[in-house]
């Protein structure tokens, strides 16, 4: 049986190391499917059914916008588990989000 494109979404941002972030965009390129960002920002919205767990607070949009925090409850979860990892969060943006990217297409 074929995965399913949010299965391969999952799959693959359960490899995002603790303390580190992707974009929603990065997954897409690295699945074959640089034009599907927003398939991936629906996927992580369905990420808290999934099992085993997907750690979808390590996906944020191409500039580190904390864009997918309304998917959880409450909101500030997101940025709190981001900082429970290490990550600076600063007015709703990660902070030093180069040095703490995780790009697929190169780490795999």
Known sequence: MEESFYDQVFELVRLIPEGRVTSYGAI????GSGGSARMVGYAMSNAGLSHPPVP????????GLLTGKFHFSPPEQMEELLQAEGIIVVDN??????????????EL
């Open 93 to 106: 943006k990660i902070k030093n989000f180069k040095v703490v990217f995780w790009d697929p297409m190169l």
């Open 56 to 63: 979808a607070h390590r996906v944020v949009n191409s500039t």
């Open 28 to 31: 897409a390129r690295s699945l």
